[in-house]
């Protein structure tokens, strides 16, 4: 059974810094494509970061310079570290996994509230 599940939001001040987490059991990150993804309510979810298998990484505009997505082949995570957070950063952030074939795999989601 395939299971995401995020960790290390919270609340920051503009500014601040925060990396979130996502451990995956059942299945390899290593081996898969992978991302993030966040969801204001009342919006769609946009792509935050991701990853390809070769470890290839892509940015939304809005992010560039600030997030970076890494992985852990050891710990069997992806991470996104995040800087200079904005107020508009606010969100609950998915992890996503991506598999060759078959269905994407989600996680449960974690908040990020950026506030002064």
């Known amino acids: 059974q395939v299971q995401l599940v995020e960790s290390g939001g919270g609340l920051v001040q503009p500014g601040g810094s925060l990396r979130l987490s996502c451990a995956a059991s059942?299945?390899?990150?290593?081996?898969?494509?992978m991302g993030w993804y966040r969801q204001v309510p009342g919006n769609q979810r946009e792509s935050v970061a991701s990853?390809?298998?070769?470890?290839?990484?892509n940015y939304a505009d809005s992010v560039k310079g600030r997030f970076t997505i890494s992985r852990d082949k050891a710990k069997n995570a992806v991470y996104l570290q995040m800087n200079s957070l904005k107020l508009e950063d606010t969100a609950v952030y998915y992890c996503v996994l991506r598999p060759l074939i078959g269905a994407d795999y989600w996680g449960q989601g974690t908040q990020v509230t950026v506030s002064s």
């Open positions: 059942g299945i390899m990150v290593n081996n898969n494509a």
């Open positions: 990853i390809t298998r070769g470890g290839n990484t």
